[in-house]
């Protein structure tokens, strides 16, 4: 859900920060120019907007 989410901002020219436990998930956003963030708080840390996509109840 939030792959393709991030990827119409990215493809609207909007510059996206994203976090993922797994990073190898994130490669196709990096890929395309998304910025990677160490931790959910880098991102938060300087951004006007953030997006949280959660998959599964036992994730939040």
């Known amino acids: 859900m939030g792959a393709p989410m991030?990827?119409?901002?990215?493809?609207?020219?909007y510059p996206v920060t994203v976090?993922?436990?797994t990073r190898e998930r994130a490669r196709p956003l990096?890929?395309?120019g998304?910025?990677?963030?160490d931790s959910p708080q880098a991102v938060a840390q300087h951004a006007d907007v953030?997006?949280?996509m959660v998959g599964f109840?036992?994730?939040v």
Do not use: I, K, M
């Open 6 to 13: 991030c990827g119409h901002l990215l493809a609207s020219g």
């Open 30 to 32: 990096l890929e395309r």
């Open 50 to 52: 953030v997006f949280t």
């Open 57 to 59: 109840p036992d994730d």
């Open 34 to 37: 998304a910025a990677w963030a």
């Open 19 to 21: 976090f993922n436990r």
